[in-house]
C-alpha cells in the first residue's frame, strides 16, 4: 500500500505567486513525522521543514509552511513568493516507529516544481 | 552545511568494470544509507547500515554490495557494472532515531555504464 501519494507530477506557477504542493499519508501510528525536501537539477537533497504529528502548530520555515490537516491525513507543502530558484523536484516523505528502523523515512513520489518567469 | 561526502560526483565507465563509491560522514550519525533514484523518479532504498559492521538490503534488490569498517565511512560496491546500473546514488545518513532534521543526503553520484 502506497503510504506517501504525491499526486501531482508537475506544477507550474508564476513567480511571486504562492503554490502549493499536495501530500497525503496513511498510518495507524499516533506518533509519526512528515518531512519535505527539495532536490534541484544538480541533484542534492535538501531538508525543508518538518512536522511532528503532535504538533499542534503548522511548521514554517521562511517562505516554506506546512498545511497539516490531520484528520484528512494530508500535509501540504505551501511555497510563498515563489522565486525561480524554486524551481525544483519536491518530495514528501514519513517517518513511523512502527516501519521498523529499516524505512526510517518512506518517500513519495515526488513532484516537479517549475516557477514560470 | 550537510557534512556528508560522496566521490566520484559522476562517473563514466565501461561494461565489466569494478567500481566502488565513496561515502562518509562527520556527524557521528548512526545509520546510514543508499538510495538509487532515476532522473525525476523517486528514491529506492538499496541499502542501510545501524553501525559498525551492520549491513542490510533495502527495498529495491541490487547487485551493490556495502560494507561499514568504520562509523564514518559507507562504500558501495558494484563488482560488475552493467547498462541497467546507470542512475543516481546518494548516500544519506541519520542519528539512529531520524529526528527532525531527518535524513541528511550527500550530493549523490551519477552513473552512467555505457
Known amino acids: 500500500a502506497q503510504k506517501i501519494t504525491q499526486t501531482q507530477p508537475g506544477m507550474f506557477v508564476q513567480e511571486k505567486e504562492a503554490v502549493t504542493l499536495d501530500c497525503t499519508y496513511d498510518?495507524?501510528?499516533?506518533?509519526?513525522?512528515l518531512f519535505w525536501y527539495k532536490q534541484p537539477s544538480s541533484g542534492e537533497m535538501i531538508f525543508l521543514i518538518y512536522q511532528g504529528s503532535y504538533d499542534e502548530q503548522n511548521a514554517t520555515e521562511g517562505r516554506y509552511s506546512l498545511n497539516f490537516q490531520k484528520a484528512r491525513k494530508s500535509a501540504n507543502l505551501v511555497i510563498s513568493a515563489s522565486q525561480l530558484g524554486d524551481s525544483a523536484m519536491y518530495f514528501c516523505a514519513m517517518r513511523e516507529p512502527s516501519s521498523g528502523s529499516a524505512r526510517q523515512l518512506t518517500f513519495g513520489s515526488g513532484t516537479q516544481l517549475t516557477v514560470l518567469p | 552545511e550537510a557534512d556528508i561526502y560522496q566521490t566520484p560526483r559522476y562517473l563514466v565507465i565501461g561494461t565489466g568494470k569494478k567500481i566502488t563509491l565513496e561515502c562518509s560522514q562527520t556527524m557521528g550519525h548512526d545509520k546510514m544509507y543508499w538510495y538509487q533514484q532515476d532522473p525525476g523518479m523517486e528514491l529506492h532504498l538499496i541499502h542501510y547500515s545501524y553501525g559498525v559492521n551492520s549491513t542490510e538490503k533495502g527495498d529495491l534488490s541490487s547487485e551493490s554490495t556495502v560494507s561499514r569498517i568504520r562509523t564514518e565511512h559507507f562504500p558501495l560496491t558494484l563488482e560488475s557494472a552493467r547498462p541497467s546500473h546507470t542512475s543516481q546514488y546518494l548516500c544519506?545518513?541519520?542519528?539512529?532515531?531520524?529526528?527532525?532534521?531527518?535524513?541528511?543526503f550527500g550530493p549523490g553520484t551519477r552513473l552512467t555504464v555505457l
Open positions: 544519506a545518513s541519520s542519528e539512529y532515531r531520524v529526528g527532525v532534521n531527518g535524513i541528511v
Open positions: 498510518t495507524s501510528d499516533q506518533s509519526y513525522g
